[in-house]
């Protein structure tokens, strides 16, 4: 096979193998809606599933180091894989102890959570995210969705609405979280579709950045292995014409 064949043959194959440069973020979600204010249940597990696609060194923030009524703006800082990653909280707000309406505190041995009712931003003023999650309570009981409006480095934004979680007057639990191996993420604005009306309650924030993400393995499909296959068995016709030259 000439230089030329095979050249055209391994671009080929690297281009039909590699993953889709704008893949969607893979989405970790599991409901309670009764969990009496435990944590118990399907979220539980769908945190577990996340935390397995990260490193160990991620960092949970709890707000169990915050004062109860701290409004925003507030800094929040993550361990990265080389760096603080430093955050801001802006927008809507507050740190509360009282259990509330459903609301309540999902750090084992803790008393503290984020409560809202509007919109608030994670700012990320130094290294961008490539994986959030966390625990929701309380969300949904007057009809409130939330959305993650996500911007990535590049300024494209994208939105994502979580299912709700209604269940009893305890209010309902969930886990959301995702992980982008393709994008990296400078602003996550959590939104409430019943702002002003629905109360949420925010508790155990993972987040990590790239390469804190454990690597996928790499499988191609079907149609990109098929591809492939045609670009080696052009090449290797090309090198047997060649020969016979």
């Known amino acids: 096979m000439n230089p030329k064949s095979l050249w055209l043959a391994c671009s080929l194959a690297a281009v039909f193998l590699s993953p889709a440069a704008q893949a969607a973020p893979v989405t970790f979600y599991g409901v309670n809606t009764n969990p009496a204010g435990v944590v118990s249940g399907d979220p539980v597990t769908a945190r577990s599933a996340f935390m397995s696609n990260l490193a160990a060194n991620v960092t949970t923030q709890t707000f169990e180091t915050l004062v109860v009524g701290t409004q925003p703006l ?18 809507d707000g507050f740190v509360r102890s009282s259990v509330a309406d459903g609301r309540f505190n999902t750090t084992s041995g803790g008393s503290k959570w984020w409560d809202v009712s509007g919109s608030f931003t994670l ?48 209010g309902g639990l969930l886990f959301f979280g995702f992980v982008d ?4 993420y400078k602003q996550i ?15 155990d924030m993972v987040i990590g950045d790239l390469n804190q993400l454990v690597a996928p393995p790499t499988i191609p499909e079907p149609t990109s292995l098929a591809l492939v296959g045609l670009a080696l068995a052009a090449a290797g016709f090309a090198a047997r014409r060649q020969r016979r030259a």
């Open 189 to 203: 604005t959590f939104g409430n579709t019943g702002d002003g009306n629905d109360f949420f309650g925010f508790d």
């Open 123 to 170: 700012n990320f003023t130094g290294t961008a995210v490539s994986a959030f999650g966390f625990y929701g309570t309380d969300v949904g009981d007057f009809a409130g969705q939330i959305t993650l409006k996500l911007t990535d480095t590049r300024n494209l934004v994208s939105t994502l609405t979580i299912p709700a979680a209604a269940g009893s007057a305890d």
């Open 74 to 91: 507030v800094n929040l800082d993550f361990t990265g894989s080389s760096t603080t990653i430093a955050s801001v909280i802006s927008g």
């Open 181 to 184: 191996h393709a994008r990296a």
